[in-house]
C-alpha cells in the first residue's frame, strides 16, 4: 500500500508544471534556460476574454507538435496560481513551463518583457534560435503558429 501511494503521489505530480513567480529578472532565467532555442513566450490572463481562444490554438500545437516550447506568463496574481494551472491543463497544456507575475508593480514585469507593451492580451512572442523575438498582440491562429 504504501508504494501504490508514493506512485500515486509521483503520478499526480507529473501531471501539471508548477507555476513559478515571475519577479524582475524571471525573464533572463527563461531566456537563459533556453539558450540557443527557439520558443514561445505567451502572456494571458484568467480575466482576457480572448487568452481561451489563445490557450486553446497553443494547446492544439502542444498536441500536434509536442516538441514546441511554450513558456506562459499569467498577468494575474500568484493567489490564482492553481486556478491558472487547472485553465492552462484544460487546454491541454498541464505540462507546460508557467509563470504567474508577482511584483505589486506589474507596469514594472511588462516594461522588462517589452518596454513597448502596454498591456494588451493575449500576447505572444515567437524567439528564435538566437532569442531575437517577434511579438504579437491577439489571438494568434492556429495556422500561424503551426508555420512558425
Request: glycine share 6%.
Amino acid at each position: 500500500m504504501k508504494y501504490f501511494l508514493l506512485l500515486l503521489a509521483m503520478l499526480s505530480g507529473a501531471a501539471h508544471a508548477e507555476t513559478r513567480f515571475f519577479t524582475p529578472g524571471s525573464l533572463q532565467t527563461i531566456l537563459a534556460d533556453r539558450a540557443g532555442k527557439p520558443f514561445i513566450l505567451s502572456l494571458w490572463s484568467n480575466a482576457c476574454a480572448h487568452c481561451p481562444a489563445e490557450l486553446k490554438n497553443l494547446g492544439e500545437l502542444a498536441r500536434k507538435h509536442p516538441g514546441v516550447d511554450i513558456v506562459l506568463v499569467a498577468t494575474d496574481t500568484p493567489d490564482e496560481a492553481q486556478q491558472l494551472e487547472k485553465l492552462a491543463q484544460s487546454y491541454g497544456l498541464g505540462k507546460t513551463e508557467q509563470w504567474v507575475f508577482a511584483d505589486p508593480q506589474p507596469e514594472k514585469l511588462r516594461f522588462e518583457i517589452d518596454r513597448r507593451w502596454y498591456g494588451e492580451l493575449p500576447r505572444t512572442y515567437f524567439f528564435n534560435a538566437k532569442h531575437r523575438r517577434e511579438g504579437h498582440s491577439g489571438v494568434i491562429p492556429l495556422e500561424r503558429l503551426e508555420s512558425w
